[in-house]
């Protein structure tokens, strides 16, 4: 990508939840990962909601607009969000609404952005999707054409979803619902942004903290690399070192300059930390940031 390309692709699956209420933010303060009474208007972060046992339900970002709070996230979490939140809501006299139809999702991109010129086109959430300082821009849905016609004057380039996904995994980013799931620890996951460990308590607190002061996790998300070959790896292929099964995939993808693939997958923690050789088949793959 050339460094003073703007590049972004256009969100067909997020969703958009709001909270209205004096105590919008306490009860999600409540519910989610990360410290959301620290939240100033216009300021968002990362979290995550997870069940009794720790385990990663889904993920969201969580964006302050005065006393409102919207989560944005992707439309297979929507209805439980939905579910879970609309529970407590009327408990705490907050409002919960599905905002989805009324905004367009736009990421944008840049290798040296400068993102002051879009604060008027809507909220503003930083974000590293595909390996790159970005945005996530979401706007009134009647504006959508304008904004993309500004951007396309000013040479931006609108990726295809496929792209945006290969570039993903080519970056070593995990997505929720594919690479981390319901099965999953957050800190399998590497989705450490997403944790705060001295707000309180919510959902699932107690054992993200027992792990991280006291424990190991058993697995460990990693980013592999397999130079070009004969042999297509495969979301699910297994992974073995040593004649023994170590791991599996969760996303593939080839590499954008076509020198190979790049892959994200588990390793058990004593493969990960012994470095030991990992084999796809009869082909070695490249650990890669360990």
């Known amino acids: ?11 067909k699956n ?29 300021e968002s972060n990362y979290n995550l909601f ?15 607009n005065d006393l409102d709070f919207f989560i944005l996230c992707e439309k297979m979490f929507l209805n439980k969000i939905k579910e879970q939140l609309g529970r407590l809501a009327p408990l705490s006299r907050v409002i919960l609404t599905d905002e989805t139809a009324s905004y367009f999702f736009l990421h944008l991109f840049s290798k040296n952005p400068s993102w002051d010129s879009w604060k ?12 790159y300082p970005g945005i ?15 951007l396309k004057k000013n040479g931006f380039v609108l990726c295809s979803p496929e792209k945006a996904e290969a570039m993903r995994i080519e970056a070593g980013i995990p997505q929720v619902g594919i690479d981390v799931t ?41 980013h592999f690399k397999m130079e070009k070959s004969e042999t297509i790896p495969q979301q699910g292929d297994l992974l073995f070192s040593q004649d023994k099964e170590v791991g599996k995939l969760t996303s593939v993808a080839q590499a954008t300059d076509h020198s190979g693939f790049f892959m994200l997958g588990y390793l058990s923690s004593k493969a990960y930390d012994n470095k030991m ?14």
Request: contains cysteine.
């Open 136 to 150: 996530d821009l979401i706007g009134d849905i009647t504006h959508q054409n304008e904004v993309l016609d500004v």
């Open 182 to 222: 319901e099965e999953n620890l957050p800190q399998e996951g590497k989705l450490d942004l997403a944790l705060h460990f001295t707000k309180g308590c919510y959902l699932g607190q107690e054992i993200i903290a027992r792990l991280h002061y006291k424990g190991h996790v058993n697995k460990i998300l990693c």
């Open 277 to 290: 050789p990992v084999m796809l088949g009869s082909k070695i793959i490249r650990l890669l940031n360990a």
């Open 1 to 11: 990508m050339k460094t003073s390309t703007l590049q972004g692709y256009l969100f």
């Open 50 to 64: 997870l069940n009794t046992k720790g385990k990663v339900m889904a993920d969201a970002w969580v964006y302050r």
């Open 14 to 42: 997020m969703g958009l939840l709001r909270l209205s209420g004096e105590k919008a933010g306490s009860l999600l303060h409540g519910q989610l990962t990360n410290s959301i009474n620290t939240l100033l208007k216009g």
């Open 120 to 131: 008027n086109k809507g909220m503003m959430i930083p974000t590293n999707r595909l390996g």
